[in-house]
């Protein structure tokens, strides 16, 4: 069972020229928006990565946002997910990192990064599903981190392979669980101030 206090969310390579090549993207990009208001809401860090930033461009702008600025008051999601953004500063407790290794896990300074946070608890998503969130996922496990996948909120270019690499994750120990799941269980209880936020997160 997800833990807030154990567990952190890796966005992977979501990235402004790849993301239009990405079936259903705009559901797949609101749903991964939805899961870092989640972990923010939970106090979990997040931790943001981009696959060779020259090539594919900068992380896209909605998840800029999510990353930047605390929950909406309202819970609410933009209705815009493009705005403008020129640079992308981080905020403290949150991480951005540029890797060339598809698996995040095969980078030396995000494995650091993740051993400094002592979480044991890896939850993935993004893009894309066949290929970086995959091999991140495996070598995670290989490291014997409990590792789970989001899978309403990863995809690929063909919807085929996202099938195929939820498969293949099941197949090696990969824990599947959507947005809505994650956040439930590591909320634990209702009538709570984070639950209402949440509930209006998720309407």
């Not at 698996?103 to 993740?114: E, K, M, R, V, W």
């Not at 290989?142 to 063909?158: C, G, K």
């Amino acid at each position: 069972m997800l833990h807030r206090d154990r567990a952190a969310l890796v966005v992977v390579d979501v990235q402004s020229r790849l993301l239009p090549t990405i079936h259903d993207s705009e559901t797949t990009l609101r749903q991964i928006v939805r899961s870092i208001r989640g972990f923010q809401l939970l106090g979990a860090p997040v931790i943001v990565t981009e696959q060779y930033r020259r090539g594919l461009g900068a992380t896209h702008p909605a998840i800029q946002e999510a990353v930047l600025t605390p929950p909406p008051k309202d819970g609410s999601l933009p209705t815009d997910l493009a705005p403008p953004h020129d640079a992308f500063a981080v905020t403290p407790g949150f991480e951005v990192l540029e890797k060339m290794t598809f698996s995040c896990a095969a980078d030396p300074t995000f494995l650091g990064h993740i051993e400094q946070l002592g979480r044991r608890q890896i939850v993935l998503v993004g893009i894309e599903a066949h290929v970086c969130v995959l091999q991140t996922a495996l070598q995670l496990v290989e490291r014997e981190f409990e590792t789970f996948v989001l899978a309403d909120a990863v995809s690929s270019r063909s919807p085929r392979n996202v099938e195929i690499a939820l498969s293949r994750m099941s197949q090696e120990g990969v824990r599947h669980a959507s947005v809505e799941m994650a956040i439930f269980e590591m909320l634990h209880v209702c009538a709570t101030d984070e639950f209402k936020a949440w509930l209006k997160l998720i309407k």
